[in-house]
């Protein structure tokens, strides 16, 4: 039957496209008048014109949705709420007003639209209608009421659901249906009152949001920076916001999410990119990235600048026009310990040195002091070739001569034969050139890790860095840019013209379980506020430092201060039937994490493909071919062990050109990503050691949300629970 209102709504909902049609047009003519100011203009008028195109640019930007709804939602309040008595709004991605200014969709974010995510039966928070549009463009296909009230609600459920009822259902099931693409769609027009709280929550301090597979917590961080971008907009001006993700393919999912919402401000980044040392090429042992990731690599890398702050182990003659200037160790000892007390950056600090070794040698060269001895005939070949300038001095006036001491002092640290003295005892560095080196000389390495790591710990490590030597130019993991990045920190830059890494107001990093202390160091710097949405499952951890609780996780982001946990407990994605599965997993190394409660069920049960060896990729061949039959036009994920990789996307080259349909991951790759059929491949060797492997096959079945499919060579362990599932 129709909905009574179902033609005026239509209505509506078309008359807001238009005058969204007319809020793009208005902005691109403002532009457009003011592209004719051009050279000939004054630098008021250009730089007004700058501003305008800026600022039109800007809006034509967040006006832009796609193909996305522009309308999903209507609260009505009631007529004794407090604040909005008798009042409806209409609710959307972007805010769209009337030709007379009024309001004619309201931005999901303000304060007036919280209550079509919060309410509830017992806490209608004054609404007495909460509506839901289906729609497809300007298109209004359907809609979808509840009237709260103390009792309950009115909207009806749905025959999937299993889990406690939530608000929109029909709406939220509907999105959940829809086929899966390359990119994440964002949840706006279906957030749930859980997730509410979490995207609104306040801006200062550290939240981590522990949530299970399916939860939606990728989903809520994104929409809790669009909602602190518009609720904090100043803030946001010179400091902006940092998503970081586990990966590329990671990145490319989300990447639509936030201009769907109006939103291009914020930039998304990989471990790798926020260090800023270029990709990772080399891919350690997990007992290699365990030592690597480690805070005691702090002491270590600071033991490493420190060697390289060194006195000269025996005298050094400099020429200096007529005479020998002599740099002694006891001078460069002083030196030395003069720099260290100071603060600042190791590169920072060469200034002190040199300032202090050459007004050592500048008095005892005005003043015959004892750092002299006169050339002879012997060195005059040598004096040639120096070519250095000669100062005619009175020995009693010359160290006092203030004029005098500054000319011969820049003299010589104009010297190549001073500079490269200096350079001996404190030396300019590049994170680069630190690591390098250490990397390079067995005894660099054992001073930095002397009272740091075990003796078998150094020697296992230099063992296997040494062999970076063999590399035309370095190739470093992702735990080696954190180790750049501490260095930079210590080092400083070398020259002036290094920009600093930028600094942000606030950050988001997803999959932060995974994270070492190192890389967690590294982040923190990023984020001087603290202010951060850290986002993982400790469940889903898969890398060495998996068995950890959020203390230890977060400890290394912001320096140990308090900070606020909260949980998210309702899987929407994952089905129950796959769901079931993965849950005889989890309770097999973590008995004490229960599994997300799954909202529905999908009615397809999990089925195991049992094959030969050699069979294997004709097998996943096939099977991916009738998946994507069945799922038309959804995705398959291929989930495998790393070193399966290459040879199972060789036999499905044909089926991956299918516009993005289909994808092939490791355990390390699939991190939050999903796909409406899941095909997991040698579940009981995804990763080299069972620990980890075990926890890989948890991350893998809960990808899907539809379909889920095991091909196995080998029997699988009697644990795993697939029958009647």
């Not at 033609?7 to 496209?17: G, L, N, P, Q």
């Not at 659901?161 to 990119?183: D, N, Y």
């Not at 957030?191 to 995207?199: A, L, Y």
Request: glycine share 8%; net charge negative.
């Amino acid at each position: 039957m129709t909905h009574p209102e179902f033609e005026a709504e239509a209505s509506f909902i078309k008359a807001a496209y238009a005058r969204l049609e007319d809020s793009k047009n208005q902005a691109k003519a403002m532009m457009d008048e003011v592209m004719d100011i051009g050279r000939g203009g004054t630098y008021q008028a250009r730089t007004e014109r700058d501003v305008i195109v800026r600022s039109a640019l800007q809006r034509m930007e967040q006006l832009e949705i796609g193909d996305q709804a522009l309308c999903f939602g209507r609260v009505d309040f009631n007529a004794d709420s407090d604040q909005f008595a008798g009042l409806s709004f209409h609710l959307g991605r972007v805010a769209v007003t009337a030709y007379d200014s009024e309001p004619m969709i309201v931005d999901w974010r303000a304060p007036v639209a919280e209550p079509f995510y919060r309410a509830t039966g017992k806490d209608p928070m004054g609404l007495r209608l909460r509506r839901h549009f289906d729609c497809e463009g300007p298109r209004l296909l359907g809609i979808e009421d509840e009237v709260l009230s103390g009792s309950g609600l009115s909207a009806d459920g749905d025959e999937d659901l299993v889990a406690p009822s939530v608000s929109g259902a029909g709406a939220l099931f509907a999105a959940i249906r829809k086929p899966r693409t390359a990119w994440m769609r964002d949840i706006v027009s279906t957030i749930q009152s859980e997730q509410d709280r979490i995207i609104r929550h306040p801006l200062p301090g550290l939240l981590v949001v522990q949530g299970g597979p399916g939860t939606g917590k990728t989903a809520v961080a994104l929409h809790r920076a669009a909602y602190l971008l518009y609720t904090h907009k100043w803030r946001f001006e010179t400091q902006g916001i940092l998503v970081v993700g586990p990966n590329v393919s990671f990145l490319r999912y989300i990447e639509r999410v936030l201009p769907s919402l109006g939103e291009t401000g914020v930039e998304l980044a990989t471990i790798e990119t926020v260090a800023g040392f270029g990709a990772a090429k080399r891919l350690d042992s997990l007992e290699i990235s365990a030592i690597k990731g480690d805070i005691r690599m702090v002491r270590f890398i600071a033991g490493a600048v420190r060697t390289r702050q060194r006195p000269l182990k025996r005298s050094v003659e400099i020429p200096f026009g007529s005479k020998y200037l002599i740099l002694t160790p006891e001078v460069t000892r002083q030196a030395v310990n003069l720099a260290r007390r100071r603060g600042g950056t190791h590169n920072s600090r060469r200034r002190l040195v040199e300032q202090f070794l050459a007004k050592s040698l500048v008095v005892s060269y005005l003043d015959d002091g004892p750092f002299v001895r006169n050339r002879t005939e012997q060195d005059n070949v040598f004096a040639i070739s120096a070519g250095s300038e000669t100062f005619e001095t009175d020995n009693t006036t010359g160290a006092n001569d203030v004029e005098l001491m500054a000319e011969v002092t820049a003299s010589l640290r104009r010297s190549v034969h001073f500079q490269r003295a200096v350079e001996r005892v404190w030396p300019r560095l590049s994170p680069l050139q630190l690591l390098g080196d250490l990397y390079s000389h067995k005894p660099l390495f054992e001073l930095a890790a002397r009272g740091v790591l075990s003796e078998f710990e150094t020697e296992l490590l230099f063992e296997y860095v040494s062999t970076y030597r063999n590399d035309e130019v370095p190739r470093w993991s992702r735990e080696d840019l954190a180790l750049l990045d501490e260095a930079r920190l210590l080092l400083g830059p070398v020259d002036k013209s290094e920009d600093d890494p930028p600094s942000y107001a606030h950050m988001v990093i997803d999959e932060a379980q995974d994270l070492s202390d190192m890389q967690a160091r590294m982040l923190g710097r990023r984020c001087q506020s603290g202010s951060m949405t850290v986002l993982g499952d400790v469940a889903q951890a898969i890398g060495p430092f998996a068995n950890r609780g959020w203390e230890q996780i977060v400890e290394n982001l912001n320096g140990g201060k308090p900070f606020k946990k909260v949980e998210l407990t309702v899987n929407y994605r994952t089905p129950s039937e796959a769901m079931k599965v993965a849950s005889s997993v989890l309770v097999r190394y973590a008995p004490q994490l229960p599994p997300p409660s799954s909202l529905r069920s999908s009615g397809y049960p999990v089925e195991l493909v049992s094959t030969e060896p050699e069979k294997l990729e004709a097998i996943v061949a096939a099977r991916v071919k009738e998946e994507l039959r069945l799922i038309e036009p959804g995705t398959v994920g291929v989930v495998l062990p790393a070193w399966l990789r290459g040879p199972v996307s060789l036999a499905l080259t044909d089926l991956m050109a299918e516009r993005g349909r289909v994808a092939v991951h490791d355990p390390e790759s699939v991190k939050g990503l999903e796909f409406d059929s899941v095909i997991v491949v040698e579940p009981d060797r995804l990763l080299p050691d069972s620990d980890r492997a075990i926890r890989a096959l948890f991350v893998a079945l809960t990808r899907t949300t539809s379909r889920l499919t095991i091909v196995s060579t080998a029997d699988l362990p009697s644990w795993l629970i697939l029958e009647d599932s």
